[in-house]
């Protein structure tokens, strides 16, 4: 069986762009505790958060998050 999971480059994204998880949450309307989910890959954001992340750092949603399979 296929299990598809999301991967994401958010943390190193982050911070390239000097940006804290606080600001970041800040300006995705989440707290901070959410981002460490995410970037930690224990959170899987909805489209609306992702979509919101990537308007954020003002980079493409592909460039963020990706599906990654995982055979199990």
């Known amino acids: 069986m296929v299990h598809k999971n999301v ?8 911070a390239k762009l000097g940006m804290t998880q606080a600001q970041l949450a800040e300006l995705v309307g989440i707290a901070r505790v959410s981002i460490i989910a995410i970037e930690n890959g224990r959170f899987i954001p909805t489209v609306e958060t992702a979509l919101r992340i990537s308007q954020a750092v003002n980079i493409h949603i592909e460039k963020i998050f990706w599906l990654q399979e995982n055979n199990q």
Do not use: A, S, Y
Request: aromatic letters at 0%; hydrophobic letters at 25%; a positive charge.
């Open 7 to 14: 991967g994401n480059h958010l943390k190193e994204l982050r």
